[in-house]
């Protein structure tokens, strides 16, 4: 299975800071990749697919970007209700794999 | 769209469990389905997928062999069966519909609110 490598683990950041976290993948996947943001008690919210992608309604502050083993998704300006722990997901094959997740609190 | 999950609940280890996920708001036979599940604290665990038709399924090693993901588009419902449960099953478990038409991508535009499955004795 491809394993799925996202740093930082958690971060601390301020409202209006630029945020980025990072997703490594164990072997390419061209770009087969989504990012998703879980907040506390509800189900995760699809933010990115095919690495760069913005689903419909997402706010244009998020971003992803990168091809093959190496992917980035970025805040431009962080916002009260952008606390949460953020997922990847190779979509390249099976199984589907997530990474570990990454926390963002406040600072 | 709307997804709705329901079976879970307390289960001893080595019982079975199928877990329903019943659908509405779109053309459920057009859609692949997933199952994701996540642990106590933990993260995310993509569990199983099945085709819009019903002919392709893939699991998760952690569950392969003990594990059956069906659907009835009749009746718009997709399961998940897993048999011989262990205390590592506990988890809250997801359906999950993809994007778009006739695609087993893993782009979940929808999901359940989940349903927890408790393995204890």
């Known amino acids: 299975a491809i394993q799925m490598t996202q740093s930082p683990s958690s971060l601390s950041a301020s409202v209006g800071d630029r945020v980025t976290v990072t997703c490594r993948a164990s072997?390419?996947?061209?770009?087969?990749l989504a990012w998703y943001q879980q907040k506390p008690g509800t189900a995760p919210k699809l933010l990115v697919y095919?690495?760069?992608s913005l689903q419909g309604g997402v706010p244009s502050r998020f971003s992803g970007s990168g091809a093959g083993t190496d992917f980035t998704l970025t805040i431009s300006s962080l916002q009260p209700e952008d606390f949460a722990t953020y997922y990847c997901?190779?979509?390249?094959?099976?199984?589907?794999?997530f990474g570990q997740g990454t926390k963002v609190e406040i600072k | 769209v709307q997804l709705v999950e329901s079976g879970g609940g307390v289960v001893q280890p080595g019982r079975s469990l199928r877990l329903s996920c019943a659908a509405s708001?779109?053309?459920?036979?057009?859609?692949?389905m997933h199952w994701v599940r996540q642990a106590p604290g933990k993260g995310l665990e993509w569990m199983a997928v099945?085709?819009?038709?019903?002919?392709?399924?893939y699991y998760a090693d952690s569950v392969k062999g003990r594990s059956t993901i069906s659907r009835d588009n009749p009746k718009n419902t997709v399961y998940l069966q897993i048999n011989s449960l262990r205390a590592e099953d506990t988890a809250v478990y997801y359906c999950?519909?993809?994007?778009?038409?006739?695609?087993?991508?893993?782009?979940?535009?929808?999901w359940g609110q989940g349903t927890l499955v408790s393995v204890s004795s």
């Open positions: 999950a519909r993809v994007r778009v038409t006739y695609d087993s991508s893993a782009y979940y535009a929808y």
């Open positions: 708001g779109f053309s459920f036979s057009n859609y692949a």
């Open positions: 095919a690495s760069s």
């Open positions: 072997q390419g996947i061209r770009n087969n």
């Open positions: 099945i085709s819009y038709d019903g002919n392709t399924k």
């Open positions: 997901l190779q979509d390249y094959n099976f199984p589907r794999t």
